[in-house]
C-alpha cells in the first residue's frame, strides 16, 4: 500500500523567503509527526498530531516554524523568514495512533537547502 | 535528560562476519525501544519494538534484544544489502515522541 508520502522531495530557496513542506500520512493513521534530521545530528522532534486534539508543539526551534493539519489527514509545515540553520532534511511520520504496538512510519522527507 | 547514545559510529564487516551494535539509554519510565533502517536519501523504515528487559525479537539476518540500560541489534552473516544507518529511539510514559540515536554507519564489503 501507500507509505507517507511528502513534497517537494528537495526545495532550495534564498535566506529570509518562507517555505512549506506537504505530508501525505498513511490512509488512516490518525497521528502524525515532524521531525528533522540535521548533518551529523540525530532526528529531532518538532511536532505531533493526533486527531482533533490540540497538536503538541514543544518541539518547534522557533516561531518561524508552523504546521496545520486539515481536515485530520495532510499536514503542512511552514518556515518563515529561512535561516542558513533551518537547512536539513524535514521528516514526517505517521501511525495508526500512539498506542506501543503501532510504530511511526516514515516518509522520505525533504531536503532544505537555505543558501 | 533523556540520552540515546549509538556505538560505534561505523562498522566495516565482511560478508558474513556477524557483530552487534550497541544503544545504550538513560530513560525513566521507558516506555520503548525502537530500532529503524535508513538508507541514503530515505526515510527510516522500522524494524522492531522492545518494550521489555530481556525481549527478543528477529527477522531474517537481524536479532535485537533489550536490558534495563541498553539494547543490541545483533545481525548474523550479513550480507552487502545490509549496508545502512540503523537508528534506535525510545519514548517513555505517555509520551509518543522519539528521541533518537545518531545512527551506527554499517558497511557491508562482498
Known amino acids: 500500500g501507500a507509505g507517507v508520502s511528502q513534497s517537494p522531495s528537495n526545495k532550495v530557496t534564498e535566506k529570509g523567503k518562507d517555505v512549506e513542506l506537504r505530508c501525505d500520512p498513511i490512509?488512516?493513521?490518525?497521528?502524525l509527526y515532524w521531525y528533522r534530521q540535521s548533518l551529523g545530528q540525530g532526528l529531532e522532534f518538532l511536532i505531533y498530531?493526533?486527531?482533533?486534539?490540540?497538536?503538541?508543539k514543544s518541539g518547534l526551534p522557533s516561531d518561524r516554524f508552523s504546521a496545520e493539519r486539515t481536515g485530520g489527514s495532510v499536514s503542512t509545515l511552514t518556515i518563515q523568514r529561512t535561516q542558513q540553520e533551518d537547512s536539513a532534511v524535514y521528516l514526517c511520520?505517521?501511525?495508526?495512533?500512539?498506542?506501543?504496538?503501532?510504530?511511526?512510519?516514515f516518509g522520505d522527507g525533504t531536503r532544505l537547502s537555505i543558501l | 535528560e533523556d540520552q540515546v547514545t549509538q556505538s560505534p559510529e561505523a562498522l566495516r564487516l565482511q560478508e558474513g562476519e556477524s557483530s552487534s551494535l550497541n544503544c545504550s539509554y538513560t530513560?525513566?519510565?521507558?516506555?520503548?525501544l525502537f530500532w529503524y533502517r535508513q538508507d541514503p536519501g530515505k526515510g527510516p523504515e522500522f524494524l522492531f519494538t522492545?518494550?521489555?528487559a530481556g525481549e527478543e525479537k528477529e527477522k531474517e539476518r537481524l536479532k535485537a534484544t533489550l536490558t534495563k540500560k541498553e539494547s543490541f541489534l545483533h545481525i548474523t552473516a550479513p550480507k552487502p544489502e545490509d549496508s545502512a544507518t540503523y537508528l534506535c529511539?525510545?519514548?517513555?510514559?505517555?509520551?509518543?515522541?522519539?528521541?533518537f540515536g545518531k545512527g551506527t554507519l554499517l558497511t557491508v564489503n562482498p
Open positions: 498530531f493526533q486527531g482533533n486534539s490540540a497538536p503538541d
Open positions: 511520520a505517521s501511525s495508526l495512533g500512539d498506542g506501543l504496538n503501532q510504530p511511526q512510519h
Open positions: 530513560v525513566s519510565g521507558l516506555r520503548g
Open positions: 529511539a525510545v519514548n517513555k510514559g505517555s509520551n509518543y515522541k522519539l528521541t
Open positions: 522492545l518494550y521489555s
Open positions: 490512509s488512516g493513521h490518525t497521528a
